[in-house]
């Protein structure tokens, strides 16, 4: 992969798949937003490429995908088999000991992999290492075949304590993949070389469990672009928000499971940071999902583990994204206490909303939208609908929410409008002020096709200092999949107490962790001069349960700097220190393979863009319980340096700001629209 090739982005959600195809040479791009294909999303990708024509099957195609994401939610993965040590069978149905809802002595759980797909085998590993029984590779080959024959699809091995010693586990699985009929056998020590015996055996066995619907899904791709005579290279995005290797993720399909949202906010942090703007909440509002994660210096927020679905628990460094059931399509109902709510149920791509005329009859907040007229009904965004039936909507929601409420259809919608915001505002509250940032320090980068109809909202009930629109909301994860870095994480559970530190030692095997993240990240092609190693420790005082990330410098460690860098950390988390020993727990190491940097101004309004060009016919809308004339704008022919005073609402195809009274935007040099209560 070089820095002068065409790089094509390519986002699937679950309404569109979105595509952003960037020629460095001329600073030229395309763009193209098509419906996605549920359950087919490789023919929705390859109708796509063929659209933006040839130069993009000669791009470098880095591809966020939900399908990982959405095989777990639905749990459409394969039919798995564990094989693991005497006494640790159910780990995967005990979890932590936790239950589906917190109050209450109801609900239950059924794990990926049902009791008779998990076999015993006679070995044991003690927790320093040391092996007390070898594995018996007969009866490690005896339960393969027996787990074939029930129709197991993928084989996951862990046995405790494999962490420290992984010589058992690495035996099992080499006999076990000489006799299974494909590549989908995977060992703990493999995916994830770390304490924690849960989360082990869970991110271990979602990994198998992923493995054949990922490899399916990438070979349905590679063969077509195969067919297509395309000489595209394809990476795919990382829940971390680099990009792997697809080699990588047949190997470690786990990694994308937060994919797809992961890019938009790598997107979010480029473009907020060329904007002048380090601390920032992003916003993606879907089809189905909020979803907000921050970024502060510039960098997204990491998260050491995630939880998909309850018990579907993953642990790998993933972006820190907070997601409620509040989109477009998200189901507007009165319940049976007379509480209007709003969400999780979604109407998904399929009948959709309302308005679509696909035979759905609940309302949605997109219908709440359109009837507001915050949404042209006659000019939708993504080419999906020619036209939105507002007759439609209006009838849904006086049905199903003004009727039982007392309410007309605009009073209805405005109050759908307002509840979706007020569980907005609570997911963003949940990420800044419950984490101790004072929101007014972050200004709110809205993306997403509904992203951008929100962003006053946000601003008058959170508090945020302002919002910054990029110039393509609707398909900013698929800008976000070109932009992206390469990037592969390591960990090695160390569990050693700092005044016991080797340091020769420690730097050996430090070395030996960048070389091997190195080695997966010069796979894709990048150049050593681009590449960088991050390592840090996970560290703790003894006698706590969770630790710390520490972060050390490219020089050598010592005992000496690795206890100033934790007790920087810990203390500008906690303000104080503990007389204790520390342990350091777990390294990690993260190699980073630097793309070239993507000149925003290429995205700025052209020469040709002024304001007699943006005008277009106003509209009434409903705004605070009254209509309003407001006037509309092309967002696209605003130059640089437009001002424009609410109410208004600005169109482009992909996406919709709605600009409340009190409100001003101005357009900046890179096509960005800042948005800011009128008078500051």
């Not at 007392?406 to 405005?414: C, F, I, S, T």
Request: charged share 20%; hydrophobic share 45%.
């Amino acid at each position: 992969m070089s820095g002068d090739e065409s790089i094509l982005g390519v986002d699937i959600g679950g309404t569109f798949t979105d595509f952003f195809l960037f020629d460095p040479s001329t600073r030229t791009f395309r763009t193209a937003k098509m419906p996605s294909n549920r359950g087919a999303e490789a023919a929705g990708f390859l109708l796509g490429l063929k659209a933006l024509g040839k130069d993009a099957a000669l791009a470098t195609i880095v591809h966020g995908t939900t399908v990982g994401t959405n095989a777990l939610l639905e749990r459409k993965g394969a039919r798995i088999g564990v094989i693991t040590t005497p006494g640790f069978r159910d780990v995967l149905e005990m979890r932590r000991r936790d239950r589906p809802h917190t109050w209450g002595l109801w609900g239950d759980f059924t794990p990926i992999a049902d009791r008779d797909m998990r076999i015993e085998v006679p070995e044991r590993t003690l927790a320093d290492g040391a092996i007390r029984t070898a594995v018996d590779l007969a009866a490690v080959e005896a339960a393969a075949r027996l787990l074939l024959a029930r129709g197991a699809q993928a084989i996951a091995i862990i046995f405790i304590n494999a962490y420290a010693n992984a010589a058992n586990e690495a035996a099992a699985a080499k006999a076990v993949r000489a006799i299974w009929p494909d590549p989908n056998v995977v060992a703990s020590h493999e995916v994830l070389p770390e304490i924690r015996e849960f989360e082990r055996t869970s991110t271990t066995a979602l990994n198998a469990y992923l493995q054949p619907v990922i490899a399916g899904y990438l070979g349905a791709i590679d063969q077509g672009l195969k067919e297509a005579g395309a000489a595209s290279e394809l990476l795919i995005v990382q829940s971390n928000g680099g990009i792997m290797s697809t080699r990588t993720a047949r190997r470690l399909p786990v990694r994308t499971a937060l994919s797809g949202p992961a890019a938009g906010v790598i997107a979010a942090a480029a473009i907020a940071a060329n904007a002048g703007y380090a601390d920032i909440i992003t916003a993606d509002l879907g089809g189905t999902s909020f979803d907000v994660s921050l970024v502060t210096g510039g960098k997204p927020t990491l998260a050491a583990q995630t939880t998909v679905d309850f018990g579907l628990v993953i642990r790998t460094p993933m972006i820190e994204i907070a997601t409620i059931g509040a989109g477009g399509g998200s189901i507007a109902s009165v319940d049976r206490t007379g509480l209007l709510q709003v969400g999780p149920e979604s109407a998904g791509s399929v009948p959709g909303p309302a308005c679509y005329g696909k035979g759905n009859k609940r309302p949605t907040l997109t219908d709440a939208h359109v009837v507001l007229g915050r949404i042209d009904s006659e000019s939708p965004i993504g080419g999906k609908q020619t036209r939105l039936d507002r007759v439609a909507a209006k009838e849904a929601v006086l049905a199903h929410v003004g009727l039982p409420l007392g309410l007309d259809a605009m009073r209805a919608a405005e109050a759908i409008v307002r509840v979706a915001e007020a569980r907005m505002a609570g997911a963003i509250r949940l990420i800044s002020i419950e984490r101790g940032h004072d929101p007014t320090r972050f200004a709110l980068l809205p993306f997403g096709g509904g992203g951008a109809l929100h962003v006053c909202a946000m601003i008058r009930d959170v508090g945020l200092s302002r919002a910054l629109v990029p110039p393509f909301p609707g398909l900013n994860s698929a800008i976000g999949c070109a932009i992206a870095d390469l990037r592969h994480d390591r960990v090695l559970t160390l569990n050693i107490l700092l005044d016991a530190l080797d340091a020769n030692a420690l730097n050996a095997i430090i070395e030996q962790e960048r070389a091997s993240a190195l080695s997966v990240v010069r796979e894709a092609g990048i150049e050593d001069s681009l590449c960088e190693t991050i390592v840090e420790f996970d560290m703790q005082f003894v006698g706590q349960t969770h630790a710390i990330a520490v972060p050390i410098g490219s020089g050598r460690a010592t005992r000496e700097s690795i206890r100033a860098a934790f007790d920087a950390a810990y203390t500008a988390s906690f303000s104080r220190l503990l007389p204790s020993p520390i342990r350091l727990v777990n390294l990690r190491t993260a190699a980073v393979g630097r793309r070239p940097r993507f000149d925003f101004s290429a995205l700025a309004p052209t020469r040709a863009a002024n304001m007699d060009a943006a005008r277009r016919k106003g509209r009434a809308i409903w705004i605070a319980g009254a209509e309003h004339e407001c006037a509309v704008w092309a967002r696209q022919s605003l130059p640089a340096g437009a001002t424009i005073e609410g109410p208004a609402v600005l169109e482009q195809p992909d996406a919709t700001i709605f600009l409340e009274p009190g409100f001003r935007a101005r357009v900046d040099d890179w096509g960005n629209v800042v948005i800011e209560r009128a008078g500051t």
